[in-house]
């Protein structure tokens, strides 16, 4: 009996070695894989602090865009200026070009005027002469949804209107309950 209780002595001891040992081993891989884990956020925190990869916004695409447009806009101001001197130069045109010849003026302003085909901005009182035409766009007010044009009238946002000098047209884009519009002249 006694060399029982001495094996059983013996067993226990045993298995009380193999679960130390256990223990041990998955002690050692918690720690082998956190000090990994500490390794790799030092590493990252270390190129994040020590330059910064700059954030794509798309706001250099947008200044393109941008660009772009304004470089197309001069270019349709310079057009308009062209076809503004080939009218006022051809005083022999067919009556085909009398439309043109009445919305273009050799007497329109050339400065402090908004160019053919520009979008603005205006507000209730507002008047704006287009450049080389005798066009003045006078606004009488805005509302939520259209814009009053002397000797137009109202013109819808999206829509058109004909304006009293022969061979132009107005656009309003947008009119909104703030008091402002943003529209566009455009002559034939």
């Not at 790799?40 to 994040?48: F, K």
């Not at 695409?61 to 197309?72: G, K, N, P, T």
Request: aromatic content about 4%.
């Amino acid at each position: 009996m006694d060399r029982l209780i001495s094996l059983l002595a013996a067993l226990v001891g045993l298995i009380a070695l193999g679960g130390a040992v256990i223990v041990h081993n998955n002690a050692n891989a918690v720690m082998q894989r956190q000090a990994a884990e500490i390794a790799q956020l030092r590493t990252a925190l270390d190129a994040a602090s020590g330059q910064a990869e700059p954030v794509d916004t798309g706001f250099a695409e947008a200044l393109l865009a941008l660009q772009r447009r304004i470089v197309s806009l001069e270019d349709s101001a310079r057009d308009d200026a062209e076809h503004v001197a080939a009218a006022v130069e051809d005083a022999d045109a067919p009556a085909a070009s009398a439309a043109q010849t009445a919305a273009y003026s050799e007497s329109g302003p050339t400065s402090d005027c908004i160019p053919l085909g520009t979008r603005f901005m205006a507000q209730a009182g507002d008047g704006f002469p287009i450049c080389s035409t005798n066009v003045v766009v006078n606004v009488s007010a805005v509302t939520d949804g259209s814009a009053i044009i002397e000797g137009t009238g109202p013109v819808a946002a999206g829509g058109f209107g004909n304006l009293p000098v022969q061979g132009c047209t107005i656009m309003v884009f947008t009119a909104d309950i703030s008091g402002f519009a943003e529209m566009r002249v455009s002559c034939t």
